[in-house]
């Protein structure tokens, strides 16, 4: 469980970690300190040396079957039987309600999960600007939100039927509010300058050389069997902001919607390239 180990302050060496005392409570002659004790560990937990995250090897170890899983319990694993997500949209397992532990689907791993709540303490400041002196928290964003929310589960893992979701959690979470999440995409955007390099390198050599250099161009690109229906705002000029917020700057031309629309309406993908074929430099 100890993920990120402090290496670097003073004394940083004598700062504990994993396991650093053990006692027995209860018994009548007071309590049992055994943290002295000559002590042996081994990697990994009984589970996974047992493979029941395997399919093959859910035998191994006698389930527990119930309407209603224990929640907020540490060390302990979860099976359930899952359906394939409809659809052909990438799919996250959201794990918000989970501590930190490791998900399995039909055998393959999901990964290790930790959905950390950053501190709705820190500060986070709404532009960021490195100038000046640095410090740690300089350039923090998300604050109160998770550091890690959706974990990318590949479709050609799914059955069409009997999914198996294993789960190892070790911190304790609420298993009821696992769910499958479909990434939906619904806009597309892309901002790039005339003098941005091409992508190719034999194009860019040969416009150091004086050769044909290639025109810088915006490539949009729309998930399977979708097309772009409309463009919400399109600007050659000088435009300000970001994906989801762009708006006009002094300098504009007001074709730069129509050309967009010529060239990339009803199509699942396109390519403009930044030339006076175009667009209007004056």
Same mark, same amino acid.
């Given at each position: 469980?100890?993920?990120?180990?402090?290496?670097?302050?003073? #004394?940083?060496?004598?700062?504990?970690?994993?396991?650093?005392?053990?006692?027995?409570?209860g #018994?009548?002659?007071? @309590?049992?300190?055994?943290?002295?004790? &000559?002590?042996?560990?081994?990697?990994?937990?009984?589970?996974? *040396?047992?493979?029941?995250?395997?399919?093959?090897?859910? /035998?191994?170890?006698?389930?527990? &079957?119930?309407?209603?899983?224990?929640?907020?319990?540490?060390?302990? =694993?979860?099976?359930?039987?899952?359906?394939t997500?409809?659809?052909?949209?990438?799919?996250?397992?959201?794990?918000?309600?989970?501590?930190?532990?490791?998900?399995?689907?039909?055998?393959?791993?999901?990964?290790?999960?930790?959905?950390?709540i &950053?501190?709705i303490?820190?500060?986070?400041?709404?532009?960021?600007?490195?100038?000046g002196?640095?410090?740690?928290?300089?350039?923090?964003?998300?604050?109160?939100e998770?550091?890690?929310? =959706?974990? *990318?589960?590949?479709?050609?893992?799914?059955?069409?039927?009997?999914?198996?979701?294993?789960? #190892?959690?070790?911190?304790?979470?609420?298993p009821?509010?696992i769910k499958?999440?479909?990434?939906?995409?619904?806009?597309?955007?892309?901002?790039?300058?005339?003098?941005?390099?091409?992508?190719?390198?034999?194009s =860019? *050599?040969?416009?150091?050389?004086g050769?044909?250099?290639?025109?810088?161009?915006?490539?949009?690109?729309?998930p399977?069997?979708?097309?772009?229906?409309?463009?919400? #705002?399109?600007?050659?000029? @000088?435009?300000?902001?970001?994906?989801?917020?762009?708006?006009?700057g002094?300098? *504009?031309?007001p074709?730069?919607?129509?050309?967009?629309?010529?060239?990339?309406? /009803?199509?699942?993908?396109?390519?403009i390239?930044l &030339?006076?074929?175009?667009?209007?430099?004056?």
């Amino acid at each position: 469980m100890t993920v990120g180990l402090q290496n670097a302050g003073p #004394f940083y060496e004598w700062v504990g970690a994993g396991l650093t005392r053990v006692v027995i409570e209860g #018994f009548n002659n007071g @309590t049992v300190d055994l943290s002295s004790n &000559s002590w042996t560990y081994k990697i990994g937990m009984e589970g996974e *040396h047992l493979n029941i995250y395997n399919p093959n090897d859910l /035998n191994n170890v006698k389930w527990v &079957s119930t309407s209603e899983p224990p929640k907020n319990k540490p060390l302990t =694993w979860y099976k359930a039987l899952v359906d394939t997500p409809s659809g052909d949209e990438p799919i996250g397992l959201d794990m918000l309600s989970m501590g930190k532990g490791q998900a399995w689907l039909n055998g393959e791993a999901i990964g290790r999960y930790w959905p950390r709540i &950053s501190s709705i303490y820190d500060e986070c400041p709404p532009e960021c600007n490195y100038r000046g002196k640095f410090f740690p928290d300089k350039c923090n964003t998300g604050c109160g939100e998770p550091t890690q929310r =959706w974990y *990318h589960v590949p479709r050609s893992w799914f059955r069409p039927s009997g999914n198996i979701l294993v789960i #190892f959690e070790e911190k304790g979470g609420n298993p009821t509010e696992i769910k499958f999440s479909k990434r939906r995409v619904t806009d597309v955007c892309a901002l790039i300058s005339e003098d941005f390099p091409p992508i190719n390198p034999e194009s =860019w *050599h040969k416009g150091i050389n004086g050769g044909s250099k290639s025109k810088a161009t915006v490539d949009l690109k729309c998930p399977p069997k979708t097309v772009i229906t409309g463009v919400k #705002f399109a600007s050659f000029g @000088t435009p300000t902001g970001t994906c989801g917020s762009y708006s006009k700057g002094d300098c *504009h031309d007001p074709n730069s919607s129509s050309v967009v629309e010529k060239i990339c309406l /009803n199509k699942n993908g396109c390519t403009i390239a930044l &030339s006076e074929e175009n667009f209007n430099k004056d």
